[in-house]
């Protein structure tokens, strides 16, 4: 489905390496199967030929790995970034986590990724291969016939409300330029704050109670770039990869929200590499959306060194009785 | 483990009333580290701090909790006691059980019981405190006043003449203010400009003294003794060091037709002037929004008269960086506009005017020649009504004016319409007041000697409606003493407005972080002990900028600021707080959070070496707070996404011990 082709990526990747630009390049590598896609960092020609891969399930958001990467590697790294991925990469940028100087950013244009669960909804489990496409091609051990998918059945569900097809960084782009998109990603919210608070709190308690404690939200977070986290000190009582009680697994992701809030870009990398399919986005997405009617609109790393509303102060912010009003409803 | 003294006061009957302070005591004295506990009646004498000083002592106490007022109020005295016993004074804690517990309850077990839980707070802080020494900083011997009328005027030669260099920041062109507008003064009616002019001129001479005119406060940073700060000197296309204020450019100039401000609009002046003419410094400025040659390139007349070459054409705004060791602010105040009160038809008839204008249309350098001249016709009034309260005292709910009485419009009023009587005996003048507020010395006497001696009527009612009909202006009001209305059809209307802080106060707040009230006026440190200073160390406060002041108060508050400023300035060292934050540099990754919310730039980065567990090295980027910078206001460990930032004395692992103690 994707409208830019994996050989226009091959093709500058190569070209990067071979005219010295990039002594990396950080993209998706093939894994065991069709849909499990890994980043990976390329240091040559002929491996990038062989394994590297651009298609509808490279959800994967690189920013991050610049954090680590422009430390450990020697010489430049070439990113590709969505445009998604590129406001992490701002917000990075803005908290200074990484040496711009050492990136070489190449924005790539997305129609969006799909979901592999939505595909194995449909296909059943035991897929075998597939081929990407306007129609997905899946094709399964347990049957010879080829089942057709249209790919934009099974979006992945930040991909269904895409906030934006503009690349807000890069030093090259691959493909067309698109606009930041008037999308719907708040009525999820709304249906949330429209339930009754029990009801909320019964959604929630179902959600998180499945939270298994495998910390991959946080460990994919372009927002948590702490040194240190505090869940990973045994002092905290709550480092514990298993959550040892309901207090704890709430906590732990309620913690979080109000940690990235104001940072977060809504990449939505928490709710996609969830193993237990917890809706985690819209815990951020609460506190983006409550922003934005306090303090008017703000998009987290739309710009580099924008001053988050929670960080900064006017004198037209709002008062904090009515803050308590709007979360009182 | 801490070894903890407790020290519960009485405070008279003040908490002893409302708290079982035996109880308190008793409760406390199981608190982990507790190993002693007493009660006393009142703590902050000296048998109170002989007792806390030998307990010290004789128990080796590490650390103490005193249980009385707010530490607003005696913790520097326990701290003192504590460190005349040998202990460091900040593992010292106040658990404030008076304004916190005994004055705002009336129930005794309610009382005592919140006491205990406020004492048990205090003492699980004590128990993760750590002795804190304080570092100092220098001064730099200079300071910086802001704003050139009487009150600045004062407070620099006071500085000066103590020794110490002062910078005055006007932002006109001449400094002055609104005094040098004023015709004669109360309560003793000498000529302002007689009494002001020479202090002008002691100022422009003074070689302590330097003034920047026609110059604003672009930015303020730093802190007490060490403030930096960038002055805008605008661009008066004039060279100041050459003008000779000969005035011959002006006399040629021929742009006749620019409003003069400094006789309120009342007539013209050119667009190179100089507002008067003891105008220090006597320097030319041209005004550019009515210069030819500025605005379109033609004319060039005032560069061809002048001998000394002193206009310049090509001038630009010019920043200057200077370091201070105090700031005075001395800003003044303005009349209020007298656009929403169009019942008293200020802006229909020319014949209502302000008492700022009436001044101006008085005095002998005015637009009248010292005549007094109804602004429409030129016509010599007969009846003159003055209208006292125009925007002072009114209703909260009001948004036309202000709450507050404006303090000086009752005895001006009385010295015009002295003034009046007396040099035009045959002028009938009357004046419209709610109350006649006289409290100065010899201002009751004056404003009697108006009524008995110059025959002036004093109606006590308000003015409903000024109408101007014909060549006369109706005013309608209320007698309330007589219980009547009247009508009076008076030539002249002189509105005593309400006076407002300078619009300049409210930005230069937000530089100084200093405070201000709803009105604008700067709040002090303390209503009636520190009057003179703002609750930011370093900043002081002079004249009308605090609030109305007339002629006398201002000069003696320029005074004590002046002290105030000459007692900070005269120290070599001053000694910081030690309450300041610092950073982790294992946990802080750099990311600026703490530098943007940071109001005093006391955090820098710098990127630091790390050596990592297989022998490499890491360059990371950390933040360093500057302690001398720092005023230990907190903002930035809250705003640190990785808890890197800590405050000492109010650690983030302190705060939580209360709270949990609190809790339990």
């Known amino acids: 489905m994707q409208k830019i082709t994996r050989d226009v990526l091959v093709e500058k990747a190569v070209s990067l390496l071979e005219n010295g630009t990039v002594a990396n390049v950080l993209g998706w590598r093939k894994g065991e199967f069709d849909y499990d896609i890994t980043p990976a960092v390329f240091t040559d020609k002929a491996d990038i030929e062989a394994n590297f891969v651009w298609n509808d399930f490279c959800g994967a958001n690189f920013s991050k790995y610049l954090v680590q990467k422009t430390r450990k590697l020697e010489g430049k790294i070439l990113v590709f970034l969505k445009p998604c991925d590129t406001y992490s990469f701002n917000q990075l940028l803005t908290e200074h986590r990484f040496d711009r100087e050492k990136v070489y950013a190449v924005g790539v244009s997305c129609e969006g990724m799909v979901d592999i669960d939505k595909i194995k909804a449909i296909a059943g489990d035991g897929i075998s291969k597939i081929v990407c496409g306007e129609m997905i091609e899946v094709s399964t051990v347990y049957s010879d016939e080829v089942i057709k998918i249209d790919a934009k059945d099974v979006l992945e569900g930040r991909c269904e409300s895409c906030k934006s097809k503009k690349h807000v960084a890069y030093d090259e782009l691959l493909g067309e330029e698109g606009d930041v998109i008037d999308s719907n990603r708040f009525d999820e919210v709304a249906k949330l704050e429209a339930m009754t608070p029990d009801e909320r709190f019964a959604f929630w308690q179902e959600q998180l109670s499945k939270c298994i404690r495998c910390n991959a939200c946080r460990d994919i977070c372009p927002a948590c770039t702490c040194e240190n986290c505090v869940f990973n000190n045994p002092n905290s009582g709550v480092e514990n990869k298993a959550a040892a009680n309901s207090f704890e697994e709430k906590m732990f992701h309620i913690i979080r929200a109000f940690h990235v809030a104001g940072r977060c870009t809504d990449c939505g990398e928490c709710s996609r590499v969830c193993p237990q399919n917890i809706p985690l986005h819209l815990l951020n997405r609460k506190f983006i959306k409550d922003m934005d009617s306090f303090y008017g609109e703000y998009q987290a790393g739309a710009e580099v060194g924008s001053r988050a509303p929670l960080v900064n102060y006017t004198t037209e912010d709002v008062e904090p009785c009515d803050v308590f009003e709007g979360g009182n409803e | ?664």
Not at chain 2, 274 to 291: E, G, H, L, N, R
Not at chain 2, 418 to 440: C, E, N, S
Not at chain 2, 630 to 658: H, R
């Open chain 2, 1 to 664: 483990m801490q070894r903890i003294g407790v020290f519960v006061c009485w405070c008279g009957s003040n908490i002893a009333g409302t708290v079982d302070v035996v109880a308190v005591a008793e409760a406390l004295k199981s608190e982990p580290g507790v190993v002693f506990s007493a009660n006393y009646q009142y703590m902050c004498s000296q048998a109170g701090q002989d007792l806390i000083k030998d307990a010290i002592k004789e128990h080796n106490l590490t650390g103490i909790v005193v249980c009385s007022c707010s530490p607003r109020m005696h913790e520097a005295t326990f701290r003192k006691t504590a460190a005349a016993a040998g202990l460091n004074p900040y593992m010292v804690e106040i658990a404030n059980i008076r304004e916190q517990c005994s004055w705002v309850h009336k129930d005794m077990p309610v009382g005592t019981e919140k006491a205990i839980i406020l004492g048990k707070a205090a003492v699980a802080k004590v128990n993760l405190n750590t002795p804190l020494v304080p570092g100092e900083s220098p001064v730099t011997k200079r300071a910086l006043v802001i704003g050139g009328g009487i009150a600045g005027i004062q407070t620099a030669l006071d500085i000066a003449d103590a020794g110490f260099e002062v910078d005055i920041v006007e932002k006109q062109p001449t400094i002055g203010g609104k005094m040098a507008q004023l015709d004669k003064t109360f309560p003793t009616l000498d000529c302002a400009a007689c009494i002001l002019t020479p202090k002008m001129v002691d100022v422009g001479q003074h070689e302590k003294i330097r003034i920047f005119s026609y110059s604003e406060v672009e930015a303020v940073k730093g802190f007490v003794g060490n403030f930096d700060v960038t002055i805008k000197k605008k661009a008066r296309y004039v060279k100041e060091e050459l003008c000779t204020g000969c005035g011959d450019c002006v006399s040629k100039c021929p742009m006749k037709k620019v409003p003069n401000e400094f006789n309120l609009g009342m007539d013209n002046r050119k667009a190179i002037y100089i507002p008067f003419a003891q105008a220090v410094p006597k320097v030319a400025t041209i005004d550019a929004d009515y210069c030819n040659m500025l605005k379109n390139g033609k004319c060039g007349v005032c560069a061809k008269f002048c001998q000394a070459g002193a206009i310049d054409y090509t001038q630009k705004d010019e920043l200057i960086e200077e370091k201070y060791g105090a700031i005075v602010v001395a800003t003044g105040y303005n009349p209020i506009s007298m656009d929403k009160f169009d019942e008293f038809a200020y802006n229909q008839s020319k014949d209502v005017i302000t008492s700022l204008e009436f001044e101006r249309l008085t005095n002998a350098a005015g637009p009248t020649a010292g005549k007094l001249l109804r602004p429409s016709d030129g016509k010599h009034p007969e009846k003159i009504v003055f209208v006292q309260c125009v925007g002072s005292r009114c209703d909260a709910c009001n948004e036309k004016g202000k709450e507050y009485c404006s303090k000086i419009c009752c005895m001006y009023t009385a010295k015009h319409a002295m003034l009046t009587r007396d040099k035009y005996p045959d002028t009938d003048v009357t004046v419209f007041y709610i109350d006649v507020r006289t409290p100065g010395k010899n201002f009751d006497e004056f404003y009697r000697r108006a009524v008995e001696e110059f025959g002036v009527h004093y109606i006590k009612g308000m003015v409903g409606k000024v109408s101007p009909e014909g060549d006369k202006l109706i005013v309608q009001a209320s007698d309330i003493i007589a219980n009547k209305q009247i009508k009076i059809d008076a030539d002249l209307v002189v509105l005593a407005a309400a006076i407002e802080p300078d619009k300049s106060a409210r930005p230069l707040a937000t530089m100084l972080t200093a405070s201000m009230d709803t009105n604008d006026f700067f709040t002090e440190a303390h209503p009636k002990l520190r009057p003179v200073e703002s609750p930011t160390a370093g900043v002081f406060l002079s004249g009308a900028c605090q609030g109305p002041k007339d002629i006398p108060e201002t000069v003696s508050q320029a005074g004590a600021a002046a002290s105030k400023v000459i007692g900070l300035l005269a120290k070599d060292k001053l000694t910081g707080n030690p309450c300041v934050a610092h950073s982790n540099e294992m946990m802080c990754n750099g990311c600026s959070s703490c530098e943007r919310v940071c109001p005093y730039g006391a955090i820098t980065y710098e990127d630091k070496e790390f050596r990592m567990p297989d022998r490499t090295t890491l360059v990371r980027r950390i933040a360093v707070v500057n302690p001398a910078v720092c005023q230990g206001c907190g903002c930035c460990t809250v705003a640190c996404p990785s808890g890197a930032m800590d405050l000492k004395g109010f650690a983030n692992n302190q705060i939580i011990a209360e709270v949990d103690a609190i809790c339990k």
